[in-house]
């Protein structure tokens, strides 16, 4: 493939240097070159500033490296070496499902590839990345025998568009169970949302099991019922698991079986949440788990997620005993963690209510940030008490 060059219009030199994946198309002046092409990027004064691969839409470029350097086989190669080995560091034998490269972060723009048991997942984010799946997953198929797995598949698109093929292997027949510190989960590979499972909420599920003894727990879109799960197994009074999608709950009840829990103490209401909120009379609850779908896809949609994220939090808020806890997760990278905060803490002035800030966290090391990059700072969550 032909290379190409483009010339930053905007002072970003500065901001690329220090690692930034993305030039947006609008700092570039005008070029022309077909999504994955191999793009050499320069400074206002023409010097060489970095090189990238050409994107479509609003990015102009993803940024692969600060060096005169061919995007091919070596360098994939060199940063999956790195991103596996980072992962040797944090992931135990009790987990069997993890990213194992994460596309920004392990600088490989646009690349995210995740390990269910001996299965991995390619998935590539925005034109470029699609156009270069294939190599990138010659390199993963070379490395198979060293990984210890049998099947890779690259997944496109979502929703109706949505497009699985194995590229090494035959894909599964049916579900994929896998371990999350020991915890079983049944995970769809070629249907569930995500690559099949939330992996950047390993942690928040494990925090959710330790704090779950004797209490009565609400997990609001609960999906496949990952921290309905964990609740259970953390010895939870009773559970219950609220989604509009009945198919997720039946999932959900599986899972339970999958770790030898009876589902009799877990209520399962395929409900929106939010009529759920406003018209169910269970509770209250000593555990209220939120984590919506993102509410904030572009900047475009902040004010109004920030209403709804209010909105929810009120709701949830409501159904939270006196010394209760409450979980509140935002997956959005155009809502700051402190942003997505102050929406709590209005929602706890609207109904009078004092909170303490337990602890907050984000994505685990399995999905890591650059430092320049706050836009990889999607996950925010937060764990409060009602005193």
Not at 36 to 49: S, Y
Not at 199 to 211: F, M, P
Not at 358 to 375: I, K, Q, S, T
């Amino acid at each position: 493939m032909a290379e190409y060059s483009a010339r930053l219009r905007r002072p970003l030199e500065s901001v690329i240097r220090e690692g930034h994946p993305w030039v947006y198309r609008d700092a570039l002046e005008r070029f022309d070159a077909p999504p994955g092409a191999t793009l050499q990027i320069h400074d206002r004064r023409g010097r060489f500033l970095a090189t990238g691969l050409a994107e479509a839409g609003p990015i102009g470029a993803r940024i692969f490296s600060l060096q005169r350097e061919l995007i091919g086989p070596r360098l994939y190669r060199s940063r999956l070496s790195r991103a596996i080995e980072s992962r040797a560091l944090f992931i135990k034998d009790d987990t069997t499902a993890y990213r194992l490269l994460h596309g920004e972060g392990d600088r490989l723009p646009g690349f995210v590839v995740d390990r269910y048991a001996d299965h991995l997942v390619l998935r590539p984010d925005g034109a470029a990345a699609s156009a270069r799946a294939e190599e990138l997953g010659e390199i993963l198929s070379d490395a198979a025998g060293e990984l210890g797995v049998t099947t890779i598949l690259l997944r496109e698109g979502r929703g109706e568009r949505l497009r699985v093929r194995p590229l090494y292997g035959d894909a599964p027949t049916g579900p994929v169970l896998v371990e999350e510190h020991g915890m079983k989960l049944w995970a769809n590979l070629l249907r569930g949302q995500k690559t099949g499972l939330f992996l950047d909420h390993r942690e928040s599920r494990r925090r959710v099991r330790a704090i779950s003894r004797n209490l009565r727990v609400l997990n609001l879109y609960s999906y496949n019922g990952g921290f309905s799960v964990a609740a259970a197994l953390g010895g939870a009074q009773r559970v219950t698991s609220v989604d509009i999608a009945a198919e997720a709950l039946d999932d959900a009840a599986t899972n339970f079986e999958a770790n030898g829990l009876s589902n009799d103490r877990h209520r399962r209401v395929p409900a929106d949440v939010a009529r759920f909120l406003a018209e169910d009379d269970e509770g209250p609850f000593d555990l209220v788990i939120a984590d919506p779908p993102s509410f904030a896809p572009n900047e475009r949609a902040v004010e109004p997620a920030l209403r709804n994220y209010r909105a929810l939090h009120h709701g949830s808020l409501s159904r939270v005993i006196t010394g209760g806890y409450y979980l509140a997760a935002s997956c959005s990278s155009h809502i700051t963690q402190a942003a997505f905060e102050e929406t709590v803490r209005e929602a706890a002035r609207e109904l009078g209510i004092v909170l303490q800030l337990v602890d907050r966290w984000g994505a685990p090391e399995d999905h890591p940030r650059l430092a320049a990059f706050p836009e990889g700072d999607y996950l925010s969550c937060a764990l409060y008490r009602r005193l």
